[in-house]
């Protein structure tokens, strides 16, 4: 391999745009290596779904983030494979399933109006700060079974964690892992005194599982409490950011959204293609194995490069392009296989509110700024500041 093979996720300008080196990569070195921290990434699609539906070759046992998540235990779903895997998110099946999650929207378009009605108030707004970020904890919440008070606990300490995380600074990451971890604690200790329905409570589903499976106990509940806290809040909080940071570099696809609000989930899908946030998600491989026409020894890492795999041109020609009428089914923004996101739905109804009250709310928005930039494991904007300029009366499309 030719030193400009060599793949660093920490290269400034790979940090700022990752597409065009992915582009080149899939081109030239499909399956490159990072010297930094020794490890494989997939570029493609067909290589990446190939892994990621075999977990008997790729193995989430290890952990899933390159680099490995120094704070992070072994917690059910994410860090297991099929068949433990399956009794894990078969408990965890019936609180997502879509019908619940699409009842949530009421509440969180009540939570997308208010948290605008202040942020538009601004001249210069960080909307990922002020809107983006406070609406998933809340969106979580909700799916909790819990209070507003919770969600903004969870926004502030989730952020706190994700931005240590973003400057690679463990000991800030653990201690805001601990009080995350007594949080869920707590949750599960007021489930355990006032149970609800486990079909609608996820904590319950799983106290539930407990109860019937000698192997397993109530920290395990806590644990999968706590991988959702980041789960749920870090990829929609980066997704939703890079979606309205494109829809302000687009005045045309704005009015075209606010002319006809029934072409969001349209849109959504499209730019949920273009800005996919997940990008180190990783595998552990079990044995020597060929991928891409490269050769990956036993014990290796290899990560996952979704952003990447949602612009190769075999399945979305010019893939660079937003194209509203594209059908972009394919798409690989919430995973494939066994661990594709079982919060897909979830994440979809908050893009989808918080694009449509966004553009209902306003008559115009443009970057005042350029958007400052997450670093891996995901790619997209931590700040986007927005020059808004709000409406006096707010049409209520629903999307």
């Known amino acids: 391999m030719s030193a400009q093979d060599d793949f ?17 990569l899939r081109e030239r070195c499909p399956v490159a290596h990072s010297e930094r921290w020794d490890f494989f990434v997939l ?18 046992e290890q952990g899933i983030t390159v680099p490995p998540n120094e704070v992070s235990g072994r917690r059910a779903p994410m860090h297991f ?8 998110r078969r408990a965890m099946n019936a609180p997502f399933r879509d019908e619940r999650l699409w009842a949530l929207e009421p509440r969180l378009r009540a939570v997308a109006r208010e948290l605008l009605s202040a942020a538009l108030a601004e001249r210069d707004t960080d909307f990922a700060a002020a809107y983006v970020s406070p609406l998933t904890s809340q969106a979580l919440a909700a799916f909790l079974g819990l209070d507003s008070a919770d969600g903004d606990f969870l926004d502030e300490h989730s952020l706190l964690f ?16 601990l009080v995350l971890y007594d949080f869920a604690r707590k949750i ?29 106990d109530d920290e395990f509940v806590a644990g999968a409490l706590r991988q959702l806290f980041i789960a749920a809040h870090v990829a929609p909080r980066v997704a939703i950011a890079g979606v309205i940071a494109h829809l ?55 990560a996952f490069a979704y952003p990447s795999a949602n612009r190769d041109a075999r399945y979305f020609p010019d893939p660079d392009r937003f194209d509203l009428n594209r059908n972009p089914k394919r798409h690989l923004a919430f995973g494939s296989g066994a661990h594709k996101c079982a919060g897909a739905t979830l994440a979809r109804l908050e893009l989808r509110v918080a694009v449509a009250e966004l553009l209902a709310a306003s008559t115009s928005f443009e970057l005042s700024r350029e958007p400052v930039p997450v670093g891996w494991p995901m790619t997209g904007p931590l700040s986007v500041h927005l020059r808004a300029v709000p ?9």
Do not use: M
């Open 8 to 24: 660093d996720p920490l290269d400034p300008s790979f940090v700022a745009d990752p597409h065009p080196r992915y582009a080149a």
């Open 43 to 60: 570029t493609t699609y067909d290589d990446i779904v190939a892994a990621a539906t075999n977990p008997r070759l790729f193995s989430s």
């Open 81 to 88: 494979d099929p068949p433990e895997h399956t009794r894990f």
């Open 162 to 177: 994700e931005n240590a995380q973003f400057r690679y600074d463990g000991e800030a990451a653990e201690e805001q892992n």
């Open 188 to 216: 599960v200790t007021r489930r355990r005194e006032l149970p609800l329905d486990p079909r609608d409570d996820f904590t319950t589903a799983l106290l539930d599982l407990v109860d019937h499976d000698g192997d397993l």
């Open 248 to 302: 302000a570099r687009d005045a045309d696809l704005q009015r075209r959204l606010r002319d006809d609000p029934s072409l969001v989930p349209a849109a959504v899908e499209e730019l949920l293609r273009l800005h996919t946030p997940n990008q180190g998600f990783s595998r552990t491989v079990r044995e020597d194995v060929e991928i891409g026409g490269r050769w990956v020894p036993a014990g290796t890492r290899v």
């Open 391 to 399: 409406r006096k009366e707010l049409p209520r499309g629903q999307a």
